[in-house]
């Protein structure tokens, strides 16, 4: 049975019109749903009518995060096109590899990327390049404000596809994970009910939204449900603590990755900041360290640790507030509507406690990617993703990711997750920051090697972190060296770019 997707602006610009939407914190533009909606009828229109983008068409959007992005996705949804939001970080050459497999019809580039935008039009034969400036005179609000009137609502179903979200790359080149109408409902149904949106729920949207948790954690989850996103351009650590502690804003809700949270913790700000308006902040993404969660919970705040990835649209697992403390460390239980199992190399489940592949199916995974039947076939089993971590679950289905495959490395024949070895490392008190990868040794095949970034003022040495090490893990997995740096190499999102560390 197909079922129809909803044009979930529209309908809030009937019900409460006059509610807040979404507040732009770099232009301070502020909208409500009927505004909102306004708006998205101009974009709708502006790229049918301008751009010729129809049912199925991609629209590409090269920008820092705005309240334009999420305007066009709804925009896409309206016309039944599908968006497509890119990273900045990427060089041209990706960003081309990404433009020329996707095959937009229109591609919207914010004036600080214009050149960049220019290059890939050029290369891609992108038929439509639109500029776009926060709200500034611009090729795209020009288009806006020559568009008036009503866009028809296409007719779309939970089974076509809203958005393109492309993978790091970090395996090889980017897939792009199509993200249907139906998985992004269910996401904003489970969102709801495990971090407990509704339509006072005002969210801080702070991830990239090129990255899926930009576009689906939680804000997608507000405009469902009726409340209000407030959009950070990029994370800053102080002025996040800043607005979480603004009255006016009154933020309840948001999502970010362990880094996010990190630096936050670590700035003199964060003891005072008044965080008692928070109902839910999710964490997830990347390996959170315990300490990390330990720190938020002694100023009463329960991060909820959440594991999903591109291809679930986020909320795969998630952890509730009430067992928080006595399963930390846990990815908490499947969320509604999808079903887990952990499964060895013969393809069979494997023993309750031990270690296998993470596979998960349900209405939040994507169909597949874009072109690639290759990586279809490879990536699915009877409907089962198989998602490449490797986690174990406890007897009441609680899941603990213990670390990526591709990050596991193996010393003297024995498997060492870096994750663990890293949760470790933060018990220490002078390390800002850590990252554990495996580099080639004579000896052992591979030994570990952990970076770290020591806390302003610490005196930690190499003796002194070994030690630790030697007390509390296998000897195979004690790091074999300790390179200190002044920081560590992130992707947009704020997770750790392990192959950027050196291995030489
Ligand atoms: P990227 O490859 O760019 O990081 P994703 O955002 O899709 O893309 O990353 C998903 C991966 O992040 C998962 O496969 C998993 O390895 C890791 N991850 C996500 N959430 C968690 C979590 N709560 N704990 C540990 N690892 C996580």
């Not at 301008?50 to 896409?76: P, T």
């Not at 990706?94 to 600080?112: C, K, T």
């Not at 969660?293 to 009430?322: F, H, P, V």
Request: with cysteine; net charge negative; charged share 20%.
């Amino acid at each position: 049975m197909t079922v129809p997707a909803y044009d979930w602006i529209a309908h809030h610009a009937g019900y409460q019109p006059d509610a807040r939407a979404i507040i732009d914190l770099h232009s301070s533009r502020r909208f409500s749903y009927s505004q909102m909606n306004e708006r998205v009828d101009r974009c709708a229109l502006f790229l049918t009518n301008e751009c010729e983008v129809g049912r199925g068409d991609r629209v590409a959007m090269l920008a820092h995060n705005s309240s334009d992005h999420y305007e066009v996705e709804f925009a896409c949804r309206r016309i039944g096109a599908i968006f497509l939001p890119l990273n900045w970080r990427l060089a041209v050459p990706e960003l081309e590899f990404i433009v020329g497999d996707a095959d937009p019809r229109a591609l919207i580039v914010g004036a600080e990327f214009m050149d960049a935008g220019q290059a890939i039009a050029r290369t891609c034969s992108t038929p439509h390049l639109i500029g776009c400036d926060d709200g500034a005179d611009s090729d795209y609000e020009q288009g806006l404000a020559r568009s008036n009137g009503q866009c028809p609502i296409a007719d779309v179903t939970h089974d076509d596809t809203w958005a393109l979200v492309y993978t790091s790359g970090t395996t090889g080149r980017p897939k792009g994970a199509r993200v249907t109408h139906g998985q992004a409902f269910y996401n904003a149904v489970n969102s709801a009910m495990k971090c407990e949106l509704t339509r006072h729920s005002v969210n801080l949207a702070f991830l990239p939204i090129f990255h899926i948790g930009g576009l689906q954690l939680f804000a997608n989850g507000i405009f469902h449900i009726g409340g209000a996103n407030i959009v950070m351009r990029t994370f800053d650590p102080l002025h996040f603590l800043n607005l979480l502690s603004d009255p006016d804003l009154a933020i309840s809700h948001g999502f970010g990755v362990p880094t996010n949270f990190l630096f936050a913790s670590q700035l003199p700000e964060f003891k005072t900041a008044d965080l008692s308006r928070l109902v839910t902040i999710g964490v997830g993404g990347a390996a959170c360290p315990r300490a990390l969660l330990e720190t938020y919970a002694e100023r009463g705040i329960m991060l909820q640790n959440g594991w999903g990835m591109t291809e679930t649209c986020t909320l795969g697992t998630l952890l509730s507030k009430e067992r928080a403390l006595d399963k930390i460390g846990s990815a908490g239980q499947a969320a509604m509507h999808t079903s887990i199992r952990i499964v060895g190399p013969d393809g069979q489940d494997v023993a309750t406690g031990d270690t296998g592949e993470l596979w998960i199916k349900g209405p939040t995974i994507t169909p597949g990617y874009w072109n690639r039947p290759d990586a279809n076939r490879d990536s699915f089993t009877d409907g089962w993703f198989h998602t490449g971590d490797a986690a174990c679950m406890d007897d009441e289905g609680f899941v603990s990711i213990v670390d990526r495959y591709k990050d596991m490395f193996i010393s003297g024949g024995e498997n060492v997750y870096p994750a663990e070895v890293e949760n470790v490392l933060y018990q220490l008190d002078g390390i800002a920051e850590t990252a554990v990868i495996g580099v080639p040794d004579d000896r052992w095949g591979e030994v570990g090697r952990a970076f770290v970034v020591k806390k302003t003022g610490s005196n930690l040495t190499e003796d002194a972190i070994t030690t630790h090490c030697q007390d509390n893990l296998a000897r195979f997995k004690v790091p074999k060296s300790v390179r200190f740096m002044d920081e560590l190499p992130h992707n947009a999102t704020g997770k750790v770019t392990k192959h950027e560390l050196p291995r030489d």
